[in-house]
């Protein structure tokens, strides 16, 4: 269809499906046939140097400071991956339909015009528009289409075992837990380790790294619980490790076991079900249907369903900036023939007939929120002020400055051993693990603020990442010939999964110490004082004695006797 204005230049508007081989020569026929002024076509600087075997841009060290760059590359990932698959079923690679478009026009002389808005600026406007339960639900997406349920119920039950292990260790005994019961879990769990650690390094020099995990994990796994159940290290961890260590390690032990078992079970359940399996007729339809909807639109209309923002950030918006290049190669009288993804033409068409219905181009490209109330912020200033006001406090109720000076040491140790530790084993230099360690202690009690993010930007300024990683990835994960342990291992040489994992696992880390100080450290640190009441109430001191002085203060500043 051609909107063309009086006295102005026309516009054709050719729609393709990303992945169909009869878009490829509908785009070629339509620039031949038109022999337009400018062939335009739905891609950014970034993409279409892409496409032409070039590099796009790097991510930008500074940007990862600002928050949630990761993300959005992880929600890139998952829109490229559907794309990619799709591709493949059908034997046509993406964005085959732009560079056709692209040769075409370069062999007639015809100039281009990229008229896409820029993809780093639609992938954060795209996830700062979701929720944050949508953008678990996308991530979780991801990890379905990389690995099966039982495997991403375990990775949950992991991560809710490192919350309920500690709160085992706080509540217990209030439900049953006895200190036998935590003493032969942590006999367990020493055994298992041991005996893990020796298989794996026995297995090593046989077997790849994948294989000798799962040789050291199942024979750690059998021998710590057979062990464990009779008792044989029950010895060995009460003279060495005492009540707290018991505690620790058998509460810990305890949670993340339950964790894992019902996370694992639940995803085998699930995959036996075939809950999320796709119906038996869903994959019964004729790629070219998809010309009135491409690909990443179709998914995105039902996405818009539970996300109305998100799908506005990567359609909608999409619709009118392209509309607006469109109509100001209109404006200047040329003849254009425009080829995008078929979902956008009927907006792109509204907009075309009605030029004056567009939005301002500021509301298009500028950053964005979701216009509610910003609690995330508030609970930071909350968290913050919290932490700095329970060293106040004390220290105003006359707690001395040495037990102060070593509960922040263990604050700061623990945040950082555990941040650095992780960020190192998830591939990290030494010189980014340490900055991360050295800023999680901060940014532990603040939720604006990530040790990843400075991990991370340590690692970009050495290694640099872009969105042609993501092809990269997507190779890797559809070769189904080579062992898992082979693909994981050169997943992790993609500086792009790299740096993912390491601002993860950077993360986490620092999560992990938090829970674990709050569970264990501060009760410890809170009986030398005389326990949790005890301190309580000379926090209330604390903040009576603040009061007083306060009043003191403005009553000599205001000349009003106290």
Same mark, same amino acid.
């Given at each position: 269809?051609?909107?063309?204005?009086?006295?102005?230049?026309?516009?054709?508007?050719?729609?393709?499906?990303?992945?169909?081989?009869?878009?490829?020569?509908?785009?070629?026929?339509?620039?031949?046939?038109?022999?337009?002024?400018?062939?335009?076509?739905?891609?950014?600087?970034?993409?279409?140097?892409?496409?032409?075997?070039?590099?796009?841009?790097?991510?930008?060290?500074?940007?990862? =400071?600002?928050?949630?760059?990761?993300?959005?590359?992880?929600?890139?990932?998952?829109?490229? %991956?559907?794309?990619?698959?799709?591709?493949?079923?059908?034997? *046509?690679?993406?964005?085959?339909?732009?560079?056709?478009?692209?040769?075409?026009?370069?062999?007639?002389?015809?100039?281009?015009?990229?008229?896409?808005?820029?993809?780093?600026?639609?992938?954060?406007?795209?996830?700062?528009?979701?929720?944050?339960?949508?953008?678990?639900?996308?991530?979780?997406?991801?990890?379905?289409?990389?690995?099966?349920?039982?495997?991403?119920?375990?990775?949950?039950?992991?991560?809710?075992?490192?919350?309920?292990?500690?709160?085992?260790?706080?509540?217990?005994?209030?439900?049953?837990?006895?200190?036998? =019961?935590?003493?032969?879990?942590?006999?367990?769990?020493?055994?298992?380790?041991?005996?893990?650690?020796?298989? %794996?390094?026995?297995?090593?020099?046989?077997?790849?790294?994948?294989?000798?995990?799962?040789?050291?994990?199942?024979?750690?796994?059998? $021998?710590?619980?057979?062990?464990?159940?009779?008792?044989?290290?029950?010895?060995?961890?009460?003279?060495?490790?005492?009540?707290?260590?018991?505690?620790?390690?058998?509460?810990?032990?305890?949670?993340?076991?339950?964790?894992?078992?019902?996370?694992?079970?639940?995803?085998? =359940?699930?995959?036996?079900?075939?809950?999320?399996?796709?119906?038996?007729?869903?994959?019964?339809?004729?790629?070219?249907?998809?010309?009135?909807?491409?690909?990443?639109?179709?998914?995105?209309?039902?996405?818009?369903?539970?996300?109305?923002?998100?799908?506005?950030?990567?359609?909608?918006?999409?619709?009118?900036?392209?509309?607006?290049?469109?109509?100001?190669?209109?404006?200047?009288?040329?003849?254009?023939?425009?080829? *995008?993804?078929?979902?956008?033409?009927?907006?792109?068409?509204?907009?075309?007939?009605?030029?004056?219905?567009?939005?301002?181009?500021?509301?298009?490209?500028?950053?964005?929120?979701?216009?509610?109330?910003?609690?995330?912020?508030?609970?930071?200033?909350?968290?913050?002020?919290?932490?700095?006001?329970?060293?106040?406090?004390?220290?105003?109720?006359?707690?001395?400055?040495?037990?102060?000076?070593?509960?922040?040491?263990?604050?700061?140790?623990?945040?950082?051993?555990?941040?650095?530790?992780?960020?190192?084993?998830?591939?990290?230099?030494?010189?980014?693990?340490?900055?991360?360690?050295?800023?999680?202690?901060?940014?532990?009690?603040?939720?604006?603020?990530?040790?990843?993010?400075?991990?991370? %930007?340590?690692?970009?300024?050495?290694?640099?990442?872009?969105?042609?990683?993501?092809?990269?990835?997507?190779?890797?994960?559809?070769?189904?010939?080579?062992?898992?342990?082979?693909?994981?291992?050169?997943?992790?040489?993609?500086?792009?999964?790299?740096?993912?994992? *390491?601002?993860?696992?950077?993360?986490?880390?620092?999560?992990?110490?938090?829970?674990?100080?709050?569970? %264990?450290?501060?009760?410890?640190?809170?009986?030398?004082?005389?326990? $949790?009441?005890?301190?309580?109430?000379?926090?209330?001191?604390?903040?009576?004695?603040?009061?007083?002085?306060?009043?003191?203060?403005?009553?000599?500043?205001?000349?009003?006797?106290?």
């Amino acid at each position: 269809m051609s909107q063309q204005a009086p006295g102005e230049g026309s516009v054709r508007l050719v729609g393709t499906a990303h992945v169909s081989s009869k878009s490829v020569e509908e785009v070629e026929a339509a620039i031949h046939n038109e022999r337009p002024d400018v062939v335009a076509v739905e891609l950014d600087e970034g993409r279409y140097r892409q496409l032409r075997g070039g590099t796009p841009d790097d991510i930008e060290p500074a940007d990862l =400071l600002r928050g949630n760059t990761v993300f959005q590359f992880i929600a890139y990932w998952m829109l490229s %991956y559907v794309q990619t698959k799709l591709g493949e079923r059908f034997d *046509v690679d993406p964005g085959s339909d732009m560079l056709a478009a692209c040769d075409v026009a370069e062999d007639l002389g015809i100039d281009i015009a990229l008229v896409d808005r820029d993809i780093q600026t639609t992938m954060r406007r795209f996830w700062s528009r979701m929720t944050a339960i949508e953008k678990l639900r996308m991530v979780g997406g991801l990890l379905f289409g990389v690995t099966g349920p039982p495997v991403v119920g375990a990775i949950a039950g992991l991560l809710f075992g490192l919350v309920l292990g500690p709160a085992i260790g706080l509540f217990g005994g209030s439900v049953g837990v006895t200190t036998s =019961l935590l003493t032969s879990v942590a006999g367990a769990v020493v055994l298992g380790a041991g005996t893990g650690l020796v298989l %794996y390094t026995l297995a090593g020099p046989v077997a790849d790294g994948i294989e000798a995990l799962g040789i050291a994990l199942a024979g750690g796994l059998a $021998v710590g619980l057979i062990g464990g159940g009779l008792g044989l290290a029950d010895g060995v961890v009460t003279t060495y490790l005492g009540d707290f260590g018991i505690r620790v390690l058998g509460s810990m032990g305890l949670g993340l076991a339950a964790g894992v078992a019902v996370g694992g079970l639940v995803g085998l =359940l699930v995959d036996v079900l075939g809950v999320l399996d796709a119906p038996e007729d869903a994959g019964e339809f004729d790629i070219e249907e998809l010309t009135d909807a491409d690909v990443v639109t179709v998914m995105m209309e039902e996405f818009r369903e539970f996300s109305p923002g998100g799908a506005e950030a990567l359609i909608d918006e999409r619709d009118a900036y392209i509309a607006r290049r469109l109509v100001a190669l209109r404006q200047k009288g040329l003849d254009v023939v425009a080829v *995008v993804g078929a979902g956008h033409r009927e907006g792109i068409e509204r907009y075309l007939a009605d030029p004056a219905a567009l939005p301002p181009e500021e509301s298009l490209t500028g950053s964005t929120s979701s216009g509610g109330f910003p609690w995330l912020k508030l609970v930071g200033v909350a968290v913050s002020a919290g932490f700095i006001g329970f060293f106040v406090l004390l220290a105003m109720a006359g707690v001395r400055d040495a037990f102060l000076l070593q509960l922040f040491a263990a604050w700061f140790v623990v945040n950082g051993l555990f941040a650095g530790m992780l960020a190192k084993l998830a591939g990290a230099r030494w010189p980014s693990a340490l900055v991360g360690a050295g800023v999680a202690w901060m940014t532990s009690v603040n939720p604006l603020l990530a040790p990843g993010w400075f991990t991370g %930007y340590m690692e970009l300024r050495h290694t640099p990442v872009n969105v042609a990683d993501i092809g990269r990835l997507n190779d890797l994960l559809a070769d189904e010939t080579r062992p898992l342990g082979d693909i994981v291992s050169e997943m992790f040489e993609v500086p792009l999964f790299r740096l993912i994992m *390491v601002v993860a696992a950077t993360n986490v880390g620092s999560i992990v110490a938090s829970v674990l100080f709050a569970a %264990y450290l501060l009760p410890l640190f809170a009986s030398d004082l005389g326990g $949790v009441d005890e301190v309580s109430r000379l926090m209330v001191e604390g903040a009576a004695r603040s009061a007083d002085l306060l009043w003191g203060a403005l009553t000599v500043v205001g000349g009003v006797p106290a």
